[in-house]
C-alpha cells in the first residue's frame, strides 16, 4: 500500500495533486490511477523547481 501525501498548501481540498513514494503521482479527484515516475525522473523534476 502507498502511503500518498499532498501539499500542505492544499489544506482541506480535494483538488490536488498527492505524491506517492516509489510510485509516481495522482490526480485526488481519481485516486484510482497515477502517473508513474522513477527516482531519478522525480529528483530531476524536484531540482529543476528549485532551480526557478
Known sequence: MTNWRKSSY???SNNCV???RG???RDS???ATH???SAA???AFL???KAS
Open 47 to 49: 531540482n529543476s523547481t
Open 18 to 20: 498527492e505524491v506517492g
Open 29 to 31: 479527484k481519481a485516486p
Open 23 to 25: 510510485v509516481g503521482i
Open 10 to 12: 492544499s489544506g482541506d
Open 41 to 43: 525522473a522525480w529528483s
Open 35 to 37: 502517473l508513474p515516475f
